[in-house]
Nanobody, 125 residues
Framework: QVQLVESGGGLAQAGDSLRLSCAVSGRTVSSVSMGWFRQAPGKEREFVAAISRSGYPTYYADSAKGRFTISRDNAKNTVYLQMNSLLPEDTAVYYC??????????????????WGQGTQVTVSS
């Protein structure tokens, strides 16, 4: 069993930065592939970024490329999503997810096995 706990969300203004954290327990981050997803009100959950079990490669949605960076700290067993140049359209609940049976990066939510409870990010213009 893998438990995921997100933190770091909050209120931001357009252009600001936030760093989301996903604390992993039950498995080491080096043994799972991880992803970040988000869901805005009235919209479906969408892929944001992913990192493979080995830490490379990483994979980003077009909306995240150049602004967001996914990384991990093996010593802290934590995965991060650094979000820069935030836009109002980044407003959503952000979820981290773990995939235990494959080493590959993956943009499809249905392939992830475990999910956190989510953290709200609100960006004002």
């Amino acid at each position: 069993q893998v438990q995921l706990v997100e933190s770091g969300g909050g209120l931001a203004q357009a252009g600001d930065s936030l760093r989301l954290s996903c604390a992993v327990s039950g498995r080491t981050v080096s043994s799972v592939s991880m992803g970040w997803f988000r869901q805005a009100p009235g919209k479906e959950r969408e892929f944001v970024a992913a990192i493979s079990r080995s830490g490379y490669p990483t994979y980003y949605a077009d909306s995240a490329k150049g602004r967001f960076t996914i990384s991990r700290d093996n010593a802290k067993n934590t995965v991060y999503l650094q979000m820069n140049s935030l836009l109002p359209e980044d407003t959503a609940v952000y979820y981290c997810a773990a995939k235990v049976n494959s080493a590959n990066v993956d943009r499809w939510a249905r392939n992830y096995d475990y999910w956190g409870q989510g953290t709200q990010v609100t960006v004002s213009s």
